[in-house]
């Protein structure tokens, strides 16, 4: 390697690692190779960049794909994708070490969801996980429930499980304040937390699994009129998250289950491996899980004259009208117009967080590399360094003064920037592993960079363009990605 070279790559390490700049003993003595370069002004402010070196998403765990006592049948995709890119680890049946990648999608996630919940009025809280029983032998759910239930008892012998989904809880605690004015409904409470179903055969890893995160939100309203509206609203939102995560998602009538209520629909990805069977008209709008179709032709009861076909579906969400089930057993009441007590009407609303990003990876994915969802991406952009004694290695300076520019004027890619400095590795070896793990942009800093007027080259993971772009370029691309 050159001494100057050598300089500029240590330079660029000591800046990744945010290491204290050289001391500025050292005078200028006219040689690259012995000056203290201060920290440009610029370099402050970009924040410090990630390594892929360094990032803990282990492609090598011990393989325990073939244990199904840990990890099911790796009987789909994205469980498998999802293994092997290091992004999950099966710990115990049904349950995953969830590593730094996929949290920070589930983070995404949780905000876009955040953002539409709160848009309709919803207000976020978090209640325990730990349930007496009490609450669900009053609902008549403790027994219904049955083995599903994840059940324990605390020191004193006093039965607990751990909540699969919250409507006792949620209903004592309105039903504890005793003032709740008509004024104040519709009310949205929320919470997206940690789940427990004692799935008797855990398997397609986040899919179907006995831990699992889960948005669920309740409404109270004053009337069954205004419970419909608040009813639709959160529909409407649901769309709007799935829109934004760019899939397409099948609204369908359902069965009520051991939820109860009058109403219910469910969200379902069209997928292969889907568990649930779905009609659909091929005329109208209509469609429906089998579960609730009680005659056996195949003519649409909606528009009479569609033919329903059958197809399979991922259920990622599901909305449940429940008038007074659970308000009249728990008492929760509101003060009305006419200042008389009167019995709330609710309605419940779950998204499963972890199944939509599984999902997600099932529908949009090859068999070769996942595909995210764009805006809930880990990472958006991979830049790779040349590799360490070819011919573009002097193109490595290139690359931090790219990071600068980047990080200058995109201020919305702050954090979602990797760098790939394994330059001990071919570009073609680290292009394969980028295209597995699915970065929408994947930036390759090689000779096109030392050009009189720069270029790198830039590929499109989603729709797999690969083309030339000068800084400008670069910037005008990359300005339009949508973060979250
Ligand atoms: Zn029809």
């Known amino acids: 390697m050159k001494p100057v070279m050598h300089h500029v790559w240590k330079r660029l390490h000591q800046r990744l690692h945010r290491t204290p700049p050289p001391r500025p003993q050292r005078s200028h003595s006219g040689c690259a190779d012995h000056v203290a370069v201060p920290p440009s002004p610029v370099a402050k402010r970009v924040p410090p960049t990630l390594l892929v070196s360094r990032l803990y998403q282990p492609s090598n765990l011990k393989d325990v794909g073939q244990d199904t006592r840990l990890s099911g049948e790796m009987s789909c995709r994205s469980q498998r994708l999802m293994q092997q890119a290091g992004l999950i680890h099966p710990s115990n049946p049904g349950c995953y070490y969830y590593l730094p990648a996929t949290v920070r999608s589930m983070e995404k996630l949780v905000r876009v969801i955040d953002q539409e919940m709160q848009g309709i009025g919803g207000q976020k809280l978090d209640m325990p996980s730990l349930c007496s029983a009490d609450l669900w032998r009053t609902s008549e759910r403790w027994d219904l ?27 004592t605690l309105v039903a504890h304040q005793a003032m709740l004015s008509y004024k104040q409904l519709p009310l949205l409470l929320y919470q997206i937390t940690r789940k427990f179903r004692d799935e008797p055969k855990p398997k397609f890893g986040l899919l179907r699994g006995r831990e699992f995160y889960m948005k669920d939100m309740y409404s109270f309203d004053m009337s069954e009129e205004a419970a419909y509206q608040t009813y639709e ?69 909606a528009c009479q004259t569609g033919i329903l076909r059958e197809s399979k579906g991922i259920e990622v969400g599901h909305t449940f009208y429940l008038g007074q089930k659970y308000s009249h057993v728990f008492k929760a009441n509101f003060i009305n117009s006419q200042n008389k007590q009167s019995v709330v009407e ?36 991979c830049v790779l360094l040349p590799k360490k004694g070819s011919k573009a290695d002097e193109a490595t300076a290139s690359a931090e003064e790219l990071l600068h520019i980047l990080g200058e004027n995109l201020p919305q890619l702050r954090g979602e920037v990797v760098l790939d400095d394994r330059t001990q590795m071919t570009i073609g070896k680290r292009l394969k592993d980028a295209a597995r793990l699915g970065y929408p942009y994947v930036i390759v800093v090689g000779q096109g960079a030392l050009e009189d007027s720069p270029r790198f080259e830039v590929i499109c993971q989603q729709t797999g363009e690969a083309m030339f772009l000068s800084k400008d370029g670069l910037l005008d691309l990359l300005g339009r990605v949508e973060t979250v």
Request: net charge negative; aromatic share 6%; charged share 20%.
């Open 346 to 381: 609710m309605g419940c609303f779950g998204l499963g967080v972890t199944r939509i990003l599984a999902a997600a990876i099932e529908v949009m994915s090859t068999d070769e590399g996942i595909r995210w969802p764009g805006l809930i991406t880990p990472y958006q952009v």
């Open 145 to 171: 429930m049955g083995k599903e239930l994840f059940c324990l008892k605390d020191r004193h012998g006093a039965d607990y499980c751990l909540g699969p989904t919250h409507e006792e809880a949620v209903t």
């Open 233 to 301: 609203s959160v529909i409407a939102a649901y769309h709007r998250v799935f829109a934004r995560l760019g899939l397409r998602c099948i609204q369908v009538q359902a069965d009520t289950g051991n939820i109860g209520g009058k109403l219910s629909h469910e969200f379902q990805l069209p997928a292969d491996i889907g568990e649930d069977r779905l009609l659909m008209c091929g005329s109208c709008s209509f469609s429906a899980n089998v579960e609730t179709m009680t005659s056996d032709n195949n003519k649409c009861p």
